[in-house]
């Protein structure tokens, strides 16, 4: 069984930087994609972006050039370093495990969920 715990999250000033990290725990988390998503309350969650088993990237087009999903095998944890960071990047942001590596953007694909951390972005 994967478990997935996120931490890294907080508050940031517009501009600044912060970097989420996933640890991965059951398996190894090359074995399987991981997405990051992002949900405010009363909201739809929405994807973030993915990095797949093969190592490739993708992301939605309100977060390219300014965030980054990166992977440590040896760690066994995914990261998504956020950088020029916006008050509409405030959120929870939870990443997610997809073993079949097909979900992509489809948040009902993934089988394994963390439980999320917040990150504030100020203005």
């Known amino acids: 069984q994967v478990q997935l715990v996120e931490s890294g999250g907080g508050s940031a000033q517009a501009g600044g930087s912060l970097r989420l990290s996933c640890a991965a725990s059951?398996?190894?988390?090359?074995?399987?994609?991981v997405g990051w998503f992002r949900q405010l309350p009363g909201k739809e969650r929405e994807y973030v972006g993915v990095?797949?088993?093969?190592?490739?990237?993708y992301y939605v087009d309100s977060v390219k050039g300014r965030f980054t999903i990166s992977r440590d095998n040896a760690k066994n944890t995914v990261y998504l370093q956020m950088n020029s960071l916006k008050p509409e990047d405030t959120a929870v942001y939870f990443c997610?495990?997809?073993?079949?590596?097909?979900?992509?953007?489809?948040?009902?694909?993934?089988?394994?969920w963390g439980q999320g951390t917040q990150v504030t972005v100020s203005s």
């Open positions: 990095i797949t088993r093969s190592g490739g990237t």
């Open positions: 997610a495990g997809d073993s079949r590596d097909l979900a992509g953007a489809r948040g009902s694909g993934y089988e394994y």
């Open positions: 059951g398996r190894t988390v090359s074995s399987y994609a």
